[in-house]
């Protein structure tokens, strides 16, 4: 019986030295790549070889990182993660809206790149409905009541709105102003700030339950986003 290759992660890099380093922790954790340094090139291969996941510069010759997540996107639903140096919010939320996954900002740490590419992979390649399932977090809407893996949550109505809001779709970045459309029922004046503040609180109180459990992931810039898996609904 023949074994599953390992996923295939296809870098387009236009920088060697980085490009290099990537595939270097990439295979050293057990992943297949290939690396290219042309944005006009990753369209042809990731057609002839479909990728299990692209990682993509933003800047490349031939074929800018949008235009070509967007060529990508007309023929497959591949992840992709894109890099970028670029720290505007415009550059980021075209990049999400162009189909990225996730991104990445110039300088990073490879071990990041690694553990990213495990996240994004996991998620894509589980079923929502079987990861939703078994999922450790359980929201009860008409109780208005929370638990993770058994252990009840002492949630403010705001805070509970804030898990369910995020915990409905893993992966998502959900900026602060669609977090605050979320947060209450009337039209009371709030800000950014409140977010964050009802964010930190909820974070440690699931941190409390279990320590190890990524949760709720800051993306500067933008708003957050949720880690684990999705919630189940009872």
């Given amino acids: 019986m023949s074994e599953t290759p390992a996923p295939l992660i296809l870098i387009v890099e236009d920088e060697p030295k980085l490009g ?8 050293a954790a057990n992943y297949r790549t290939h690396h290219l340094m042309r944005g006009d090139e990753a369209v042809d291969y990731a057609r002839a070889t479909p990728p ?31 890099v970028t140096a670029k720290t505007e919010e415009i550059d980021r939320l075209l990049g999400l809206e162009m189909g990225a996954d996730d991104y990445i900002c110039k300088p990073f740490s490879p071990r990041e790149v690694v ?7 996991k998620r894509v390649q589980r079923p929502a409905g079987e990861a939703a399932a078994d999922s450790l977090l ?9 638990s993770w893996n058994q252990s009840a949550l002492d949630l403010t109505p705001a805070e509970f709105r804030l898990l369910r809001t995020l915990s409905q779709e893993p992966g998502k970045v ?11 029922d009337d039209y009371r004046v ?12 909820l974070r440690r109180k699931l941190e409390a339950l279990d ?4 949760f709720i992931r800051a993306v500067y810039g933008m708003g957050y986003r949720w880690e684990a898996d999705a919630c189940r609904k009872i």
């Fill in 211 to 214: 320590a190890d459990q990524p």
């Fill in 138 to 146: 359980v929201i009860d809407e008409s109780r208005f009541q929370a």
């Fill in 52 to 82: 299990d996941l692209m990682i993509l510069d933003l800047m490349l010759p031939g074929l800018d990182g949008l235009s070509l997540c967007r060529e990508v996107r007309r023929f497959s639903e591949l992840p992709v993660i894109m």
């Fill in 190 to 201: 709030v800000t950014d700030r409140t977010i964050d503040s009802h964010i930190k609180n």
């Fill in 115 to 121: 553990a990213r590419v495990k996240t994004v992979l």
């Fill in 20 to 27: 290099q380093l990537l595939v270097d922790y990439l295979q």
């Fill in 174 to 184: 959900f900026s602060r102003e669609m977090l605050l459309n979320n947060l209450y």
